[in-house]
């Protein structure tokens, strides 16, 4: 029967193959097609007519969760990414500085989003770099792999009341670990450094690699003891659910060749060929396409989607589900399209309402940060790296994997002192009743009662905590000014009172959705960061690391006071490129968009598996929590239909097959260039295309 199922799915190719018009920028000549096979990639449009599994999004979650769910057979999956492949541009991707020097942001491999203008940031448009390339925004980012807390991810499972413990932070905890590989630094780096770290905490046999640079720059080594000097503790365990304090953290580096792991690498690159798994670039999804026989819980039938605005638009049917994976500002820009979402915003972008779901797009939240630069005497990765430029030697891979990775995640008490920080936490309490009628961009009485909830786990569980309200981080990576080496010490709002809304103004999908993070909207937010910035410069003026520190070039003495540093901060903050929380995973009354097995609500078969479900911003960079979510998505979808319970990630087959507790792709050594490190075809794919015949080629 799984062979007629084959049989079938491959004379449905040829249909759908016409629909692919476009030609692929990434497609690059190898001889005999082994390494297209190999991947799962298709680059020449031929997908089915139908799949069990339609994942809308091939970026960090989106990947992941193909990978997992097509390790089972008897399940089809298809992927649809909108972005190309990244083959093209392998070294701006796989090299870690590249992400400082040549990397994708600003190019067509970036959404290149933009925000409204921001009245409270200088009335500034700001941009919103997200991937736009298999892989997503985990091909672009800045590598850093930084967990939440325990604080934070159970008050999660507390705001949607998880009774099943799925979105608890053991659960959380052993998904991401799930996720990861780690390696520990050389002895010579860690020394350099003075990285401390526990391996217990860490993951041990999963597709993402997480380890240190291969080279460290000196001036690393007198961060954390920079940092005890004025009190902030040093972390002795960052990964083990207390992610506060000062350390060095891991990146998402591949140490056998130092590369960059993403999800592409990861999750798809090592795969031996499956036949129930496509992945297609070049396919921009236009919306959802509903049976509304029953209009309390509609049910998808099929994806639309289109290789370009100008191409005709493409149905794949869905069997099973639709997962939607595109990240805080594709999701709910789907959904919308599809016309689920507000009804005003949608009958005002000339959208048919299917379903009405308020808080679609809203509670938005995002972190922000700006920046304090000093000159130094000391030797940076910036003057190294241009200085191996200049005489060509020196740029070997180990050099070239340094990026930056010194972080403290600093409490309230250490930003405004014990004193002050509870008055603080009072005048945001005050606030409470101004801020939802005045700040929440819905009229809705469900988003308002999810602002509620939030602005107060955010007052009342992490304010007071020992979380992080402020990320510093320690960048080594910048030009010189006026002849001299620059360094920077930024600051990064982690947990922000400020919310705002993605929504769409037009009928047309290809037109780019309407980002209003609504920045510094609320005043604690301004606080709070200058008091990180405060700090950031207190940092740079002491010892140790002030004894490589000359004098500071921005913003520069004349920001002394409170009001200088205000005036200043509110005209130079942007995105620390970690939106989150669009579509959120709350009750219903609160203005939810899924429920915590990630159903969308009035949704049959459509799930939400990507950043947008996080209720609350996390005091951590995002990329680690995702994995985490997508390896627990993968599981809940996987029990639901095979009805076995949570399938085990434990072992090291990347093969497709009939069983559900089939484990991770194998980590692999071998970067993304035009060998993979896949696997050799196995003999049960050999035997299913054999008794499919020559079409049966198409599959792969």
Not at 236 to 257: H, L, V
Not at 543 to 567: C, K
Request: glycine share 8%.
């Amino acid at each position: 029967m799984r062979s007629l199922g084959l049989l079938l799915l491959t004379v449905s190719i040829a249909h759908q193959a016409s629909a692919f018009s476009s030609g692929h920028r990434d497609i690059y000549h190898d001889h005999y097609g082994r390494d297209l096979r190999r991947r799962n990639i298709v680059y020449d449009g031929q997908i089915a007519d139908s799949y069990d599994f339609v994942v809308v999004g091939g970026g960090t979650a989106g990947l992941a969760i193909a990978s997992r769910l097509s390790e089972d057979s008897n399940t089809t999956v298809l992927v649809l990414e909108a972005g190309d492949t990244g083959d093209a541009v392998a070294d701006r991707i796989n090299v870690p500085v590249n992400a400082y020097y040549s990397g994708l942001p600003g190019s067509s491999y970036d959404w290149q989003y933009t925000t409204v203008k921001q009245p409270n940031a200088g009335n500034r448009a700001l941009p919103w770099p997200r991937g736009k390339v298999l892989g997503g925004s985990s091909a672009m980012n800045g590598m850093y792999t930084v967990r939440p807390s325990k604080i934070e991810v159970d008050a999660w499972a507390s705001l949607i009341g998880d009774d099943t413990n799925k979105w608890s932070w053991d659960a959380l905890f052993d998904n991401m670990k799930d996720s990861e590989t780690f390696t520990a630094p050389s002895s010579d780096v860690q020394q350099e450094g003075q990285i401390v770290f526990n391996a217990a905490s860490r993951g041990t046999n999963g597709p993402v690699h997480a380890t240190y640079p291969g080279f460290m720059v000196p001036l690393v080594g007198n961060w954390t003891t920079t940092l005890a000097d004025i009190g902030v503790a040093i972390s002795d365990d960052a990964y083990g659910g207390e992610g506060w304090g000062a350390f060095i953290a891991t990146s998402s580096i591949n140490p056998s060749n130092w590369t960059r792991s993403y999800s592409r690498s990861a999750y798809i690159d090592p795969l031996p060929p499956r036949p129930n798994l496509a992945v297609l670039p070049n396919a921009t999804v236009t919306r959802l396409i509903f049976d509304t026989s029953n209009k309390n819980n509609l049910t998808a039938t099929g994806v639309e989607w289109a290789a370009s605005a100008n191409a005709d638009r493409q149905t794949v049917k869905v069997n099973k589900e639709v997962i939607l994976a595109s990240g805080a500002i594709g999701t709910p820009h789907v959904l919308l399209h599809s016309g689920v979402g507000p009804s005003d915003v949608l009958q005002a972008a000339g959208v048919d309402v299917a379903l009405e779901l308020p808080g679609v797009g809203q509670h938005l939240q995002d972190h922000i940060s700006t920046q304090v630069v000093f000159k130094t005497t000391a030797d940076t990765a910036g003057s190294l790296h241009a200085h191996n430029l200049a005489v060509n030697s020196g740029n070997t891979p180990a050099f070239l994997s340094f990026i930056n990775s010194a972080t403290a995640y600093v409490n309230i008490t250490d930003l405004l002192g014990p004193d002050s920080a509870p008055q603080f936490k009072q005048q945001i309490s005050d606030a409470l009743s101004t801020s939802l009628s005045s700040l929440v961009p819905s009229t809705s009485d469900e988003v308002k009662a999810g602002y509620e909830a939030i602005y107060n786990t955010t007052l009342n569980t992490f304010l007071m905590s020992p979380l992080g309200q402020v990320e510093i981080l320690f960048a080594l990576t910048g030009g010189q000014v006026d002849g001299e080496n620059t360094v920077a010490i930024q600051a990064a709002l982690q947990h922000p009172f400020s919310q705002g809304r993605i929504y769409i103004s037009s009928s047309d999908p290809f037109t780019p959705p309407v980002i209003d993070p609504q920045y510094l909207s609320h005043s604690a937010d301004l606080t709070i960061l200058r008091e990180g910035l405060k700090l950031a410069r207190k940092i740079g003026n002491t010892a140790p690391l002030s004894n490589y520190l000359d004098s500071e070039v921005t913003p520069g003495s004349s920001v002394q006071s409170d009001d200088d540093w205000e005036q200043w901060l509110v005209n130079q903050i942007g995105t620390e490129y970690h939106p989150s929380c669009s579509c959120a995973m709350l009750p219903l009354e609160q203005g939810g968009v899924v429920d915590a097995n990630l159903k969308v609500y009035g949704l049959a078969n459509v799930r939400i598996a990507d950043a947008s479900v996080f209720p609350i911003q996390f005091s951590a960079h995002l990329q680690a929590p995702v994995y985490g979510l997508a390896e627990q998505a993968a599981r809940i979808i996987r029990a639901t239909y095979n009805g076995v319970g949570w399938p085990s990630a434990n072992q090291a087959n990347g093969t497709a097959t009939n069983s559900t507790s089939t484990g991770a792709p194998s980590p692999t050594g071998n970067a993304q260039h035009d060998t993979s490190g896949a696997a050799p075809r196995t003999v049960g794919a050999s035997v299913v295309l054999a008794c499919v015949g020559v079409l049966a080629s198409l599959l792969l």
